[in-house]
């Protein structure tokens, strides 16, 4: 039934190197070349705390992706769910079945699902529409595949993310080494 998503390809980056406009970090190589650019006035201090910013700035960008990626996956298998039940709508049409509803949190009742011909999604935020059984699983199947591609550009985000915060680390561990050897020279 989830066959469909197995073929869903991220879109395509073009130039860019993320979906997210995410500045790519810079490896120091030559740290007194860097730190002798005019911004830093030679100061070793100065461009650590621009790293340190840069690595704020990483983070808060990581957890606002977890965040959007975590509510992306629940939108996923809420739309797998949905589209199962409309299988089910479709394979057994006149039958009436039982199911687990959820009357509260923790609270289940088993009700009596009646025969369905028509069923209402949620569209967006705020709009609800009327769909007949195979226009409702054409909808659900074009909602899963761009929520896959949504998934697949965070998974993508969060990776390239992780390559900056690695290569800010090693910018910071080079400047504090310079750092400590221009205090204790030996």
């Keep these: 039934m989830f066959a469909f998503m197995e ?16 500045t790519e970090a810079k490896l120091i190589g030559d740290v007194e070349r860097y730190i002798t650019q005019q911004e830093f006035s030679s100061d070793v201090q100065v461009a650590l705390k621009l790293q340190h910013f840069f690595y704020l700035q990483y983070n808060e960008i990581a957890a606002k992706l977890e965040a959007d990626l975590g509510a992306v996956v629940t939108r996923l298998e809420a739309a797998k769910n949905n589209l199962g039940l409309v ?17 509260s949190q923790g609270v289940f009742r088993w009700v009596t699902v009646m025969p369905v011909e028509r069923v209402t999604l949620k569209v967006g935020n705020a709009l609800q529409m009327e769909f007949d059984l195979p226009e409702a699983q054409e909808f ?20 390239f993310l992780q390559d900056q915060v690695n290569t800010i680390e090693m910018n910071l561990a080079v400047l504090y080494k310079k750092g400590a050897n221009k205090e204790n020279p030996q």
């Excluded at 006149?94 to 009357?103: A, R, T, V």
């Excluded at 899963?144 to 969060?158: A, G, N, P």
């Design 7 to 22: 073929n869903v390809e991220k879109p395509p980056l073009g130039d860019r190197k993320s979906y997210m406009n995410i």
């Design 140 to 159: 659900i199947k074009k909602d899963i595949t761009s929520l896959v591609k949504q998934r697949l550009q965070h998974e993508h985000d969060i990776d």
């Design 87 to 103: 299988k089910k709508f479709m394979d057994n049409p006149g039958k009436e079945f039982q199911s687990l509803m959820q009357i």
